[in-house]
């Protein structure tokens, strides 16, 4: 039996420059979520915004996949535009331009074994997010879209309380220390893990970079470290890292979910752009060899 899945974000074009190398590519976490889902055996839909700059041949790429649209994604306006720098340990995030916003699910439509949620410019309206509760069993939330604010220097997260209030209606999500300080007050990992179940959240995974990430479900806690593998740039490493976990918990338990999700982001992490999105043989020998890395935290309230 097919898995349904629908990932809601803007596709994006991402130029990416590092030391010595430049180029531009697909984005955004309807891309890295949606390939990776589609390797995985998923039937994955698409609710999204592009522009006519878009190109053909992107489109194509997409829907020779085998992904489909939840609605027509061409509008007006230009495709969302990042450009994404790193200097030495740093990134710089520049919006360049930012599509319409992503209409939300209309009622009454089939439902989906697991929706995604991954804003990357506020382009999907938080009072929508019952609308994807709705037709969802298993419902995945990246707050970064949320919490992002850009100018002309830049990207800063700010706080939304309004979020805070609606976590409660997600399954499960993922942050980084600074999405979680700036969702808790705290840099602590663990202490931003308890923060998001005392709001609601069911599953929560904090990622520290190379240190690990943190999975807490209740009064349980799980940590990995992901293999010593330099990255090449990084980017989508967290949307392949909610996907796959998403995509695990349909049949898997916590531990081993945590194993698969650190899998389906580290495989190919040496590599740059969508080339970082690995194969479905990748993922199982990398998560049954990190699976009993897997540690269980004790002495949890």
Same mark, same amino acid.
């Given at each position: 039996?097919?898995? /349904? ?23 955004? %976490? ?41 609605? %027509? ?18 990134r710089v995030l520049r919006l360049l331009s930012l599509c319409d916003g ?34 969802? /069993?298993?419902?995945?939330? =990246? ?30 999500? /993922?942050?980084?220390? =600074? ?34 990430t943190y999975l807490r479900a209740g009064g349980e806690l799980f940590f ?27 049949? /898997? ?24 999105i690995p194969d479905a043989r990748s993922v199982e020998r990398t998560a ?14």
């Amino acid at each position: 039996m097919t898995v /349904k899945a629908l990932v809601a974000g803007h596709l994006v074009l991402d130029t990416i420059t590092t030391e010595g190398y430049s180029t531009e590519s697909l984005g955004g %976490p309807p891309t890295y979520m949606g390939f990776l889902l589609r390797r995985l055996g998923f039937d994955v839909t698409l609710a999204t915004s592009i522009g006519y700059d878009f190109g053909d041949e992107r489109l194509h790429k997409i829907l020779e996949s085998g992904i489909h649209f939840l609605n %027509p994604p061409v509008t007006e306006s230009p495709t969302t535009r990042f450009e994404i720098t790193f200097l030495w340990d740093r990134r710089v995030l520049r919006l360049l331009s930012l599509c319409d916003g992503v209409p939300p699910p209309r009622t009454g439509i089939p439902g989906y074994d697991i929706v995604l949620v991954n804003p990357v410019a506020g382009e999907i309206a938080l009072q929508s997010l019952p609308r994807y509760r709705a037709i969802s /069993k298993f419902i995945y939330l =990246d707050p970064q879209g949320f919490l992002r604010r850009f100018d002309k220097d830049g990207m800063t997260l700010v706080d939304s309380p309004e979020l805070r209030e609606r976590l409660r209606n997600v399954d499960a999500t /993922k942050v980084d220390i =600074d999405e979680g300080k700036v969702l808790t007050g705290s840099e602590d990992p663990l202490e931003i893990g308890t923060a998001l179940s005392r709001l609601g959240v069911k599953e929560s995974l904090v990622t520290t970079g190379g240190e690990g990430t943190y999975l807490r479900a209740g009064g349980e806690l799980f940590f990995l470290k992901p293999p010593s593998v330099r990255p090449f740039d990084g980017v989508g490493a967290g949307d392949l890292l909610g996907a796959g976990y998403a995509a695990a918990r349909m049949d /898997k338990d916590l531990p081993t979910s945590l194993a698969f999700a650190v899998a389906c982001a580290s495989s190919k992490i040496d590599q740059p752009a969508l080339g970082k999105i690995p194969d479905a043989r990748s993922v199982e020998r990398t998560a049954s060899e990190l699976r009993p890395q897997v540690r269980k935290l004790e002495g949890l309230g």
